[in-house]
């Protein structure tokens, strides 16, 4: 990756629990407006993320600086595209339904620091998904998306009109 004309590697590889305080300070500098609330990871949260699923924890370093997190677990949802809620597929935030025999990875967040975003990375942490994907024989990867500040629009808008606009 080039800043400021000059060259830096990204390296991507597995989270350790030395990175959680860093994953802490990034998610404050990513969900800025969740944060303010305290709906970011918590150290608890985290600890258990990499007691769970260890593999399926993912960061990005930069010059010793973690500048970007992805977390996962497996899932079987069932029927296929059962309704859920962030809360409900995450077991509210813990990760403890992580299914080693599920078929599905879930993406449940990703984030890179707003000084290096569309640089790649998330693109590269979620090709790391994609290898795991393959590694483990799972039929697919899921994610869910946020509508930010929806909820201040939902009574005048539905949610697909919200995003065609
Ligand atoms: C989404 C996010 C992780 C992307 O990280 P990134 O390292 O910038 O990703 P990449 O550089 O690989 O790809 C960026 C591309 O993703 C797409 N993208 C990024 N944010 C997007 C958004 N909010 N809506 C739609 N597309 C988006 C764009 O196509 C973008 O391409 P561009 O750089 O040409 O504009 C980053 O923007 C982020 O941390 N956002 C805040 C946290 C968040 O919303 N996380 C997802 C919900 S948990």
Sequence with gaps: MTING????ITIRNTRSEDIPKIVNLQKESF????????????????????VFPEGQFCAE???????SATSLIVTLNPEYLEHTWKQI???GMLTNHNPKGDS??????STHPKVRHEGIGKMLYDKRKDLVMKSNLRR???GGRLFNYCEHADKMSALNTLKR
Aim: charged share 15%; glycine share 6%.
């Design 62 to 68: 930069l010059n010793g600086e973690v500048v970007a």
């Design 6 to 9: 000059q060259h830096h590697e």
């Design 90 to 92: 995450t077991d509210d």
């Design 141 to 143: 990867m899921i994610s």
């Design 32 to 51: 800025p407006y969740l944060a303010q609330y305290g709906n970011i990871w918590h150290p608890s949260e985290l600890e258990s993320h990499l007691h």
């Design 105 to 110: 990875l879930y993406g449940a967040d990703i």
